[in-house]
């Protein structure tokens, strides 16, 4: 039995060019499987031929659980930690306690089992070495034949036995194929599941289409034209931004191609996908006003600290700038990393005045000033107390500013700085506190002094916790207080209907 052991696994090893170990654990499966017959299904069982002779013995086993376990099912193949150890076994969780037990012959049973299992295994350990061939492929365009659709999506014939599968979620809603059909995709990933490794193929990944511009566009592939960013809303509508490294080549026109031919061919690949090629700008600002084409940009306040643009539009192209669902606003987001937000040039405006008087109520409550003052340093671009301490020359270049008031300014933003940063009271109050009803700005600033910064923050406080404001008398702090609960019982009452 053990020659005739040596005798299948080296001529199925040579015969379906799969390694000889592959075929030794096959049969030792088909072993242990055929002992689970003939003795007990429910255990396990563990078969070691040794390879060079061929000789076998087998083994039933239980595998040591903790004695608090969840997992213990069956004392038919599992055993307590205490157990195991009362038997004088020398374990610890996880372990495997093993009894030789009589070895079956390698007889019909086993060998029919053994062709089955060595059939599975060869399959595949096959299709693992054809995969492995696609594993430096993965981030790159894969083009394959459709074999069939199903449940799980679309299965696609990479050639040798190889097939890749792209799933409903990374398919285009316009993908409509039949058998035969050829097809391209963005080799996303190689997973490893119980079958064997599966390969993952996207039709939605914003890297197809830079993978498609870059097959169509030879600059790119020469250097000459760099692709920067990508966003999508896949088989809609597409925005990719596009950079020349050579003088005088206009990097949207090389993409677009004569008369649209190149854009044309990858936006046919895509089911129709609307594809707009934006040209890259290092100034952030000057590259948002691109990727909002086609609307006109009229005005843009950047906060860089939170990475967001206010853009204001012309009341006419709000729609346009929004886009249908949101969805030119939305690529522009990912496309530029920031967050924008779009209004009319009006509602913009009407925004700035307002953001301006929070800053002006921020520096005569911080500095006490009269509004006059504080007016002039907004109007001359200081929007923080930091900056009143660190651009000192600007401000002492303030027309209506004398240097002995630029200095006293300066010493006020310093001293309350220093407050704020030993009482630790140095944020500002957040927009839904400034935006609440019955709130003032004034009152607004107090409370942020005081560690509230939200609605969210002043509905948690009790009304004993605001009495040491000034002017604040406890009716007054109950109304407030209820004002910012209110949000907490419009949800129980959502909840309730």
Request: net charge negative.
């Amino acid at each position: 039995m053990s020659k005739e052991i040596l005798y299948v696994v080296d001529a199925v090893s040579n015969e379906k060019n799969v390694d000889a170990d592959i075929i030794f654990e096959a049969v030792e499966i088909a072993l242990a499987t055929a002992t689970r017959k003939k003795h007990n299904p429910q255990m396990d069982v563990r078969v070691s031929i040794d390879r060079e002779t061929g000789e076998y013995e087998t083994f039933r086993r239980w595998e040591v659980l903790d004695d608090e376990s969840e997992e213990f099912e069956s004392p038919e193949k599992q055993i307590l930690y205490s157990y195991a150890k009362n038997d004088g076994h020398d374990v610890e969780i996880g372990d495997f306690v093993e009894e030789p037990i009589e070895s079956i012959e390698f007889g019909r049973i086993a060998a029919q089992t053994a062709k089955q299992v060595i059939v599975q295994k060869v399959r595949q350990a096959e299709r693992e070495r054809i995969v492995e061939g696609f594993r430096d492929r993965v981030g790159q365009l894969i083009l394959g034949t459709v074999k069939r659709v199903d449940h799980r999506g679309i299965v696609l014939d990479m050639g040798e036995n190889a097939e890749a599968l792209i799933p409903r979620d990374q398919m285009l809603p316009k993908d409509m194929v039949r058998p035969g059909d050829r097809m391209r995709g963005y080799l996303k990933e190689i997973l490893d599941t119980g079958r064997g490794p599966q390969m993952i193929v996207s039709r939605t990944d914003a890297n197809l289409l830079i993978e498609l511009l870059k097959l169509e566009v030879p600059e790119i592939g020469q250097e000459m034209i760099d692709i920067m960013a990508a966003s999508r809303d896949p088989g809609s509508r597409a925005k990719i931004a596009v950079r020349a490294n050579i003088p005088n080549l206009d990097p949207v026109g090389a993409c677009v191609g004569m008369r649209g031919s190149r854009i044309q061919t990858v936006t046919n690949e895509l089911n129709d996908e609307r594809v707009d090629i934006i040209p890259w700008d290092d100034d952030i600002a000057n590259f948002v006003i691109n990727s909002m084409k086609p609307a006109e940009v009229l005005s843009i306040v950047v906060d860089e600290e939170n990475k967001t643009m206010r853009i204001g539009v012309d009341e006419d192209q709000l729609s346009q700038a929004i886009g249908k669902g949101g969805q030119n606003v939305r690529l522009a987001s990912e496309l530029t990393g920031w967050q924008l937000d779009i209004m009319s040039e009006q509602e913009a405006d009407d925004a700035n005045l307002k953001e301006q008087q929070l800053i002006v109520d921020k520096f005569i409550e911080k500095l006490d000033i009269d509004e006059d003052i504080a007016t002039i340093l907004v109007e001359e671009g200081f929007t923080s107390l930091d900056e009143l301490v660190y651009d000192f020359d600007d401000v002492c270049a303030i027309d209506e500013f004398n240097e002995e008031l630029a200095e006293e300014l300066r010493s006020r933003a310093q001293n309350t700085l220093l407050t704020q940063a030993i009482s630790g009271t140095s944020g500002s109050p957040q927009q839904d506190l400034l935006e609440m009803d019955s709130m003032t700005n004034p009152l607004a600033y107090k409370l942020a002094a005081k560690g509230i910064y939200t609605m969210e923050d002043l509905a948690e406080q009790a009304t004993d916790d605001l009495l040491d404001i000034d002017d604040m008398t406890e009716e007054r702090a109950g109304e407030l207080i209820m004002i910012a609960r209110a949000p907490w019982f419009a949800e129980e009452s959502a909840e309730d209907e």
